[in-house]
Structure formats: structure tokens, C-alpha cells
């Protein structure tokens, strides 16, 4: 599926229902999103919700540094958190925080496909 079929699969299904499992939406997610690294999944249990949160891990392959400067692990650490979800008690997402700010020409598929993720189900 090219980029603009999986956004046009969105768009057709932003108010529908759908769910699938943690995997197969790891696999949507780095698809949809820019992933330079590995994507990893830190997921949290509480008494009435499941945080999930997306952390996509990667190292710097090319520093520029004086010579007299040493770089350490935590230097190369490129890792961020992709976007943080919260599930109510069915698996259903209520909530979705990322670090997108504005919404611009070059961003608004993304951010379309991340409102559309609201209301969805995820099978732990």
C-alpha cells in the first residue's frame, strides 16, 4: 500500500470503528509516521486506564565535534517519544498526546491519521 492509499484508507475511515493489536498497529504506525529508529512500546496499567506510550530509539551515525571533545552513549541518544495513548478499560483510545504543534501543509497527513486513531480499539 503507497503512502497516499494508506491516507486515503484514513480519510474513508476516520468516523468508522476499527481495532486490531498492538502489533499490527506498531507496524501501522511506523508506515504512517517517521520512525528513524526502532519503535518501542512502554505500556502501563492503572486501575482504570492503559497508557501506552512510543518511543522510537536511534543513535546518531554522524557527530561533528572538536577533537578534544569526547561524546559519550547519552550524546549519540536520538531517541523521542513518538506520541503517548491512553486506553480506557475496553482498549478503546480516549486520548492521544504528540509533539506536533502547528498544523502545516507538510504535516496535515499525519495529523489527520492521528485524529482518526481516536475512539479506535487496540487488543493487548
Known amino acids: ?53 512510543f518511543i522510537d ?5 554522524l557527530t561533528f565535534a572538536p577533537e578534544e571533545c569526547e561524546l559519550t552513549k547519552e550524546d549519540l541518544n536520538m531517541s523521542c517519544e513518538i506520541m503517548t495513548l491512553y486506553l480506557d478499560k475496553d482498549g478503546t483510545i480516549k486520548l492521544l498526546e504528540n509533539n506536533i504543534g502547528l498544523f502545516t501543509e507538510a504535516n496535515k497527513e499525519t495529523v489527520l491519521f492521528l485524529g482518526s486513531l481516536i475512539g479506535k480499539q487496540i487488543e493487548l
Open 1 to 53: 500500500m503507497t503512502k497516499k492509499e494508506f491516507y486515503e484508507k484514513v480519510r474513508d475511515t476516520y468516523f468508522t470503528e476499527a481495532s486490531c493489536t498492538l502489533e499490527e498497529f506498531k507496524k501501522m504506525l511506523t508506515g504512517a509516521m517517521h520512525v528513524f529508529g526502532e519503535l518501542e512500546t512502554e505500556v502501563e496499567e492503572k486501575e482504570d486506564e492503559t497508557v501506552i506510550r
Open 57 to 61: 530509539r536511534d543513535e546518531a551515525d
